[in-house]
Structure formats: C-alpha cells, structure tokens
C-alpha cells in the first residue's frame, strides 16, 4: 500500500485500529508529514476525551516542528486550536490562530487543506464569540477551499443556517450576494428553512413588503427575534441602497420624501438612516438639508443578481440609444459647422 497516496484506506484502517494512535507511530518517519497529521488527525478524532485528543495531538506537532516541515506544524497547530474551542480554551484557540496567521502570510501557495483547516477553525472561532461578520467572511473562504459532496446533507443544511443567520446579523454585511450564489443554499430550499432563503432575497433587494410577510417566522426564532430593531434598520439600508442602484448615474438626487417613500420611514427619519449609510461606506455623497435632498455620487461595490444585471443592461441601451441619437443630430444639424471649420 502506498502510503502517501492510498489515503481512504489509511483513514478506514484507523477507524478498525483498536490503538489508532500507535497504527499511526508505524509509519510517521516514511510519509510526507503533512499526510501524517492528516492521520494523526483521524486517530485523534476517534478519541472519546478530548483531553486525550489534545495531548497526543500536541506530541505529533512536536515531532513536525521543524523548517523543512513548517506546513504540517501549523496544520497541526491549527487542529489544536479547533480542540481547544471544543473544550472551550478559546483564549488558547485564539492564541494559535494568531501565531499560525503570521506564519501563513509569509507563504504565497499553501495546500487547500491547510487553508480549509485555517478559515474553518477561525470560522468556529467567530461563531463562538457571535460575532456574525467575521464569522460570515471566514465561513465564505472556508467553503471556497471544500468540495461540498464531502459533507452529509445534516452538516450543509447546518452550515447554511449559520451563515444565513451571519448574513442577517452581520453589522456589516448589506449584500448577501455571494451566499445567495452558493450551491450550499440549496440545501436550505424546499425544506423548514425556506422562509429563511427568503429572508435573505427580501433584504438583499430592500423588498420591505416581502421583509413584512416573513415577520412570523422570524419572531419563532429567538435570536433574529431580538435584533428586530436592528433587521428593520438593516431592510430600510438595503431600500435605500436599491432605490439608488436603480437609477441612472445622471439621476441620483433623492428628495426626502422620496426616499421615505423607498424606505417605508416617516421623513423626518431619512436624515438618520442616509447618515448611517454614509458612516457605513455604502454609499457616499452629500445631505442639502435646506432642499432637503440627498445627492448620492457613488455606491458600495456589490454582487449582482440577475434583476440588476437586467437593469444595468436597460439603462445601457438607454445610454447607448441617447449617444446614438445625439451623434444623428450631429451629424445633420451640425453640418454647417462642420463644413466652416
């Protein structure tokens, strides 16, 4: 059996090893060491005590700490971190996530098992100090270093989940682009978190009617019940921020009014949620307050769904027809002067 190659069969023959970890230690000098953490792993994980998991991880990444062997290190120091979350040493976790990223950043190619192992645990990392944004972004690059028919239907139905709920909570997150792309969404269609999916397109389009119908659902569960206040404020953003998309570069002066019309808000509250925009970056310009107009110069960068790709192709030919109407006039109103000069 060639070691280095025949993984399935390694990682089958552990699961049958009453001593995995000794199965391991036979061939950790005649395998590439990377393969041999990926082992080491394996025994580690069949481990019932996390504790045991940790020590006997903990010894294999000494025997891998080396300079020739600088990528297995830091792949195992990284799976220690995952076991130290598990055994709730986040400090610890964050500890080696730390030191692993300078390491990291000093290499322009890595192995994708080392950067789905890195963005995967700092993702666990984010998810379990709630905070939603880092947790949404590291979860993105986590799943574009996978191959999604390695995970069971239960665990792409969880991480869908979580990074929905990353998408809604996110402080700083207003376009839910990239998730609503990902084939990973699809094991939340068609199922109890249906309404959930649909969630993400009302607030991606800043459509405050369809936000309003799904209020039900969202009340059954606790942790977008109490942020409410927040995912209202976050519906009239995206409002705004599509109410701005959709018209020409040339018209991009909004009145107040206008604007409170887009955004389901009372006039006197568009002053406060244009300035949350601006203090937000997604979107820049400037407030009149005498005219009561917002002049808006440029819009946050976004990924584009098919409505706005229709709609950037209609004001195109739009743009197009007007040059081309203008260069006909041109060309018979302007003869004249052509023809003086």
């Not at 947790?135 to 990074?163: G, H, M």
């Not at 519906?235 to 705004?240: F, K, N, Q, V």
């Not at 040059?323 to 041109?330: A, F, I, K, R, Y």
Request: aromatic share 10%; with cysteine; proline share 3%.
């Amino acid at each position: 059996m060639d070691i280095d190659h025949d993984v399935p069969t390694v990682l089958a023959t552990l699961r049958m090893e009453a001593d995995p970890e000794l199965f391991v230690s036979t061939f950790q000098t005649k395998i590439n060491q990377l393969s041999l953490v990926t082992f080491g792993l394996a025994a580690a994980f069949q481990s019932a005590d996390s504790n045991d998991a940790l020590s006997f991880l903990s010894n294999l990444s000494d025997k891998v700490d080396s300079p020739e062997t600088w990528d297995a290190h830091v792949y195992a120091q990284i799976e220690i971190a995952r076991i130290k979350l598990h055994l709730k040493d986040i400090d610890g976790a964050k500890s080696l996530l730390d030191t692993a990223s300078k390491t990291l950043d000093r290499f322009d190619s890595l192995d994708p098992l080392i950067n789905a192992s890195y963005y995967g645990v700092w993702s666990e990392y984010y998810k379990s100090k709630a905070d939603f944004t880092a947790y949404y972004r590291t979860a993105l690059l986590f799943l574009a270093c996978v191959n999604l028919d390695e995970f069971s239907d239960v665990q792409k139905q969880q991480r869908a989940y979580d990074l929905s709920i990353a998408a809604l909570l996110g402080d700083k997150i207003y376009n839910f682009g990239e998730l609503l792309l990902h084939p990973i969404l699809e094991s939340l269609k068609n199922s109890e978190y249906q309404w959930l999916v649909d969630l993400l397109f009302a607030l991606n389009e800043g459509n405050i009617t369809a936000f309003e119908k799904l209020l039900e659902s969202v009340n059954k569960q606790p942790i977008l019940q109490n942020s409410l206040p927040f995912l209202r404020q976050k519906i009239c953003l995206t409002a705004l921020i599509e109410a701005v998309f959709k018209r020409p570069t040339s018209n991009r002066t909004l009145s107040f009014d206008t604007i409170a019309k887009e955004t389901h808000l009372i006039a006197d509250d568009v002053e406060h949620l244009v300035m949350k925009a601006l203090s937000l970056d997604l979107l820049k310009g400037h407030i009149d307050e005498v005219s009561e107009t917002v002049a808006i110069t440029w819009l946050q960068p976004r990924v584009l769904n098919k409505a706005n790709i229709e709609s950037m192709r209609q004001r195109l030919v739009a743009w197009n027809n007007d040059v081309s109407g203008l260069s006909t006039w041109m060309e018979s109103e302007g003869k004249d002067v052509w023809t003086t000069i």
